[in-house]
């Protein structure tokens, strides 16, 4: 043995060891306070550890064994000086193995701290590994109460359940379930296995609340989805205060959290322990505004924006309140709500979450907010950047994968938006707003039946959600040119939202397609009543007034949308026609430069499928100012354009091929578009475009175009004769 200690001196194996030791122990210590401000996932961690065991002995092998002598790796040598010290073939084989260990082991360590798996099928989990993830899947279904005479329990119970799945959220390790999915299996008698298989998920959490006097009781119990056993079950009895509500959901949630084996992060249990308010009144009233705000129609955000206001008087450092208000506003902006112009929501809307940020800076809910914020106010790249810091605070929130998403796809990324709405998807799959989402993606590229289909869905789960309603009823309109068969479909959307102006004023389009004009007067009126500054009772007072033949009126209209709107092409179009009348045309090309700056400042216009058809309309007023080669610029990427767009829809071209090709004076392909339009079913603003249009002018004594203009005029007088007979049937109201 000693003579074995004395060789280690002499091949330094002691000191080897030692400086190994040391070295992992400096790894370690940086990786445990670095990886979390890195975004990196702290399982990475274990992947050091074991790399450090692993690699003791294989370092004490390389220290007895091999040296550096002159810059050159050798054999130790042994007693013996006339020893070969050169590197053999086996020698060099030991040294290739331990390489590729180790290039293995970094990769296994790269992919998981980044997050990145190759693609291809060696990149689907395996069996264990799906296990593993699916043991740390959790729903937490709706809470049951025993009232004891006192009925504001059940509210509680509800916020209880709310705040218990936002904290759980915050831990990445964890899969959980939205509240909304959950929300369906209220006073279920479903068997567990049969939630639990229907949510994806592999344990589920119930709960009872109880309350005495100023005590409260909370019982909880985790349960196998799969074996439908208890997994772990606890009471907490506490006095009714906020502070013991919060601390009771911390130590639950830490509970799962240990029962899953669920590593959390520091920065995590620092979120997962907040106290959002001490005030029970704050928190309360925080519940009613949030609940009333999920049903997204004007009366009930007015109505959940009072609820905010009082939490927030109740603890003005209460920074969900804050957040919950400045989304109240935001979404009462929103283009079919019309309860507030955009601009003014942002300006209402900003303060209120940097003071948010202010008192809990690491909201991940008042990030997600702030990112639509920036969007709103067309600054994409700090949007994006809002919206990725709430995805590290909060990795479970479906909301900011929503709203990533739809910026993703508003840039034409439509891959990488389609995903992030799946990812939005797995985490709240009942969730009629990202549901919602999913279908309009379907119905932007052209997928009508999926997305009539999902529409459907969403109104047979969540009957009160006007905007499912509003693009059935677009989709029989701008798709299948049943201008009747929209009527119906926007009467309900108006049933179920009827303070929102966008909804009043809508089916106005639809009677005046019908030739209705004292009908479409009605509906105008009444938005215009509700809301004279927001887009959709400004867009139909206009068309009213241009059906009617009040130009002056119509160009009033346009002026005040231009300037509430000023990229609107509707109210450029109109303000283009006028000046076009009247000889006007630098006027015209200087208000188009101001709001299409892309359109005239480059040498080549960038043309998409947000601003081709301002494009279009740019171009005659370039053609009338001697510019034929700008305008056929402009002309030829809208084609462009158009090429990844549907004919159809509410994200449709319609006829703008038709107006491209009229204005480079192709009339046969111009008719030839036209007639596919028309028998593909075009029939929005039809009378707007053949009547009225100048970009048509060209094509418009063609006797072929004269000849679709009729068909297109006798089956909108059939569908104007059976909405006659809805209305007397009492089908259809005015």
């Known amino acids: 043995m000693k003579n074995f200690l004395a060789e280690c001196r002499r091949r330094r194996v002691f000191r080897l060891a030692g400086m190994y030791v ?40 390389f220290g007895w064994r091999f040296d550096v002598v002159g810059g050159r790796i050798v054999r130790t040598p042994t007693g013996a000086s006339s020893t070969d010290l050169s590197l053999h073939f086996a020698d060099y084989a030991i040294l290739a193995a331990v390489t590729a260990i180790v290039i293995a082991a970094s990769y296994g360590i790269g992919t998981e701290m980044t997050g990145i798996t190759p693609p291809g099928p060696e990149a689907m989990p395996g069996k264990a590994e799906a296990e593993s993830a699916d043991r740390r899947s959790i729903a937490v279904l709706p809470f049951s109460v025993d009232d004891s005479g006192q009925g504001e329990i059940e509210f509680l119970a509800d916020g209880i359940q709310d705040e218990l799945l936002t904290r759980l959220s915050m831990v990445s390790a964890l899969k959980v379930t939205s509240r909304t999915s959950a929300e369906r299996y209220r006073g279920t ?72 084996e669920a590593t959390i992060t520091p920065m995590e249990t620092r979120q997962v322990a ?56 935001l979404t009462l902006s929103a283009n079919f709500m019309a309860g507030m112009e955009a601009t003014q929501s942002t300006v209402l809307a900003e303060p209120l979450l940097m003071r948010a940020l202010a008192i809990e800076p690491d909201l991940g809910e008042a990030y997600a907010s702030l990112g639509l914020v920036r969007q709103l106010q067309n600054n994409i790249l700090a949007a994006e950047d809002a919206y990725r810091t709430a995805m590290r605070l909060r990795p479970n ?47 932007s590229i052209g997928d009508f039946a999926s997305a009539l289909a999902r529409y459907r869905r969403i109104v047979e789960v969540e009957p009160d959600y006007a905007f499912a309603y509003v693009y059935i009823a677009a989709i029989h309109y701008l798709v299948e040119g049943a201008v009747d068969e929209s009527l119906v479909w926007y009467q309900k959307a108006v049933e179920h939202d009827a303070l929102s102006p966008s909804l009043a004023s809508a089916q106005a389009i639809a009677y ?65 026609n006028a000046d076009i009348a009247e000889g006007r045309y630098e006027a015209a090309a200087s208000r188009y430069a101001r709001a299409y700056r892309e359109l005239t400042e480059s040498e080549l216009p960038l043309v998409d499928s947000s601003n081709c058809a301002a494009a279009v309309d740019l171009a005659l007023i370039l053609m009338r100012l001697g510019q034929p080669e700008r305008a056929n610029d402009l002309l030829e990427g ?29 009339s046969d392909m ?40 009729q068909r297109i005029h006798d089956d909108l007088a059939v569908q104007a004769m059976r909405a006659e007979q809805l209305r007397a049937s009492g089908d259809l109201k005015l």
């Open 189 to 260: 008698t479903a068997p567990v296995p049969e939630i639990g298989a229907e949510l994806g998920v592999a344990k589920i959490l119930e709960g009872r609340i109880q309350r005495a006097g100023d005590q409260i009781r909370v019982n909880v119990q985790l349960i196998d989805a799969e074996k439908d056993e208890h997994v772990w079950a606890q009471k907490f009895d506490r006095r009714f205060t906020a502070s013991n509500v919060f601390r009771i959901q911390t130590e639950i949630v830490e509970s799962i959290a240990a029962q899953l």
């Open 512 to 576: 005046l397609e019908l030739g209705d004009a004292d009908a479409g007067r009605v509906f105008v009126e009444q938005a215009l009543d509700m809301s004279p500054r927001t887009f959709w009772p400004l867009w139909t007072s206009l068309l009213m007034n241009l059906y009617v033949g009040d130009e002056e009126a119509a160009n009033s209209d346009a002026r005040v949308l231009h300037e509430v709107y000023p990229r609107n092409w509707g109210a450029l179009k109109q303000l283009r």
């Open 670 to 709: 111009a008719l030839a578009a036209l007639r596919e339009a028309v028998d593909q079913g075009w029939r929005v603003l039809s009378w707007f475009y053949l009547d009225y249009d100048p970009n048509l002018a060209s094509i418009r004594s063609e006797p072929e175009f004269q000849r679709l203009r």
């Open 397 to 443: 929130y479906s909301r900011v994968f929503r709203l990533l998403g739809r910026l993703k796809l508003r840039q034409g990324s439509q891959q990488e938006g389609y995903e992030l709405l799946q990812k939005a998807l797995a985490i709240d799959p009942y969730s009629v707003p990202v549901n919602f989402d999913i279908a309009r993606y379907h119905d």
């Open 22 to 61: 040391v070295g992992c122990w400096a790894v370690l210590q940086v990786a445990d306070l670095a990886f979390e401000s890195w975004g990196i996932t702290p399982q990475a961690i274990r992947y050091l550890w074991i790399a450090a065991i692993i690699g003791m002995p294989v370092a004490l092998y």
């Open 274 to 329: 907040l106290t959002p308010t001490q005030s029970l009144q704050a928190y309360t009233a925080y519940l009613q505004g949030k609940r009333l705000a999920e049903s997204e129609s004007v009366e009930s955000l007015t109505e959940a924006v009072s609820h905010f206001k009082e939490a927030i008087e109740f603890d003005p450092e209460f920074a969900l309140a804050h957040v919950g208000l400045a989304d109240a506003y």
């Open 638 to 666: 809208a084609l462009a354009a158009i090429e990844t767009m549907p004919r159809l829809g509410t994200e449709g071209y319609w006829i703008l091929d038709v107006q491209v090709y009229a204005l480079q004076g192709r």
